[in-house]
């Protein structure tokens, strides 16, 4: 819950280098070549910086990659943080560059110095995503904080970005709190009311209740709270950014804790559960990002909010439920409770609202993780045009995503005796089986994606641009697709 540095954009004043606090950040092109400011560098550390560009360690470093030097004298910084990058690299090895210092940042902050880095934004961006730590429970000396960012250079443009650059992150970091946060905190109360706040940014909030829900026939999103002492909610979002057109719409599984309820989940790992509601919390921190840029779309944000607990008032294997749509489910696997949810929003969604497009994310199956591990999400579609969108933008935000089939072969396997469909399939394709129960609910002529984020929202052992636990993966995906592709 680290709040994001602030941001100065300083001219280039080569005289400040010596007195500057905190860490210092230079960079150095493969050639070894120094650019003034690591030429002043160079000359307070009597040659540190040269010796560095010749020596074997950098030679073996990768674009993008750093070695940090401590105290170094001649100067008052803390730490002299030394990136290979080359002027034009942009995208991803440039966010690394800033992620490998915003590790780092400490309270006394940290002085970037470019003169002309063409994927300044990016190392700019890097820096913000990794200075990040989950500490709102920490009351010790643990306690993360971060001190300003100052950016010497004399790239006139940087300072107009920085705006956007800031959205980004906090979108980011906003979902990485929400997943983080654990469930006795995070209730299905809290969770809305955490949304309700985002009517600060213009964003119209709405939530609705469980006699709302009952009177819109939602059963089956119903029935999986219904062991749970927290309310099940549903929480409508709206940017009203673009013209009169219809909005896309980002829909989310909110499931605030998953014991799988009465097919009640095994001890060990339950405790991962918390981040359930990964997909609620991903659309949550589209919709900031996209408020705090101002974004010239519509999009409607909408997420359902339950836990799934096992109790004398929770839904049983083989209840017969009716879903929002009239389609009749025979619930085999309390535990497969994600797509029970998702189906009466992702219709309310359509009914209300008519989306021109819709995306739903979900932590949905623990096979998408036997599929792809966490390095991709499960991407699903009924729309060619529309993943491909979707898969650029993943691939230019250097998040991972990978497309699996869905195909009406699947469907015998949710065949029921009694209902419409089961909601489980087996064992084979679990995750396939789980988006084409979730095709159900969509109507023919919406474009549609499902993201299972199970292997991606939250991982043990963090990547390169967020510590571990939550990750934040989509927030930027998300945001590039709704820029690509519906603004302006
Ligand atoms: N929330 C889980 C899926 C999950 C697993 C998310 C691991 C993150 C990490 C989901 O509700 C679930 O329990 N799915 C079952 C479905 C099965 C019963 C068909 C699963 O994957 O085992
Ligand atoms: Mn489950
Ligand atoms: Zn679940």
Redesign the pocket.
Known sequence: MSDLPSIDILDPDLDAIADAEGHVCVFLSGDGKLDKMARRVNRLTRGALERLAAGERFGKLKDGQSISLAYPSGMAAEALHVVRLERRTKGTPAREAGASLGAVLGKSGALILSPGLKGLHDVILGTLLRAYAFDAHMTGDDKHTVGDLRVMTSDAEIAERVDTLRALASGVHFTRDLVNEPSNILTTTEFANRLEALSALEINVEVLEEDDLERLGMRTLLAVGQGSESPSKVVVMEWAGGGSEKPIALIGKG?VF?T?GI?L?PAAGME??T??MGGAGTVAGVMQALAMRKAQANVIGIVGLVE?MPDGKAQRPGDVVTSMKGDTVEVI?T????RLVLCDVMWYAQERFEPVAMVDLA?????V?IALGHENTGVFSNNDDFAKAFLNAAEAEGEGAWRLPLGPGYDKQLKSRFADMKN??GRPA?SVT?AQFLARFVKDDTPWIHLDI??T?SIASGTTLSPKGATGWGVLALNRLIADGYEG
Do not use: C, P, R
Not at 335 to 338: M, P, T, V
Not at 363 to 367: C, E, S
């Open positions: 499931v998953d799988g097919s989940k991962d559960m981040m359930d799934n696997n535990d497969a409770e994600g932590t949905l199956t623990g096979a993780i489980v399939g679990g789980a199970a292997g929202a």
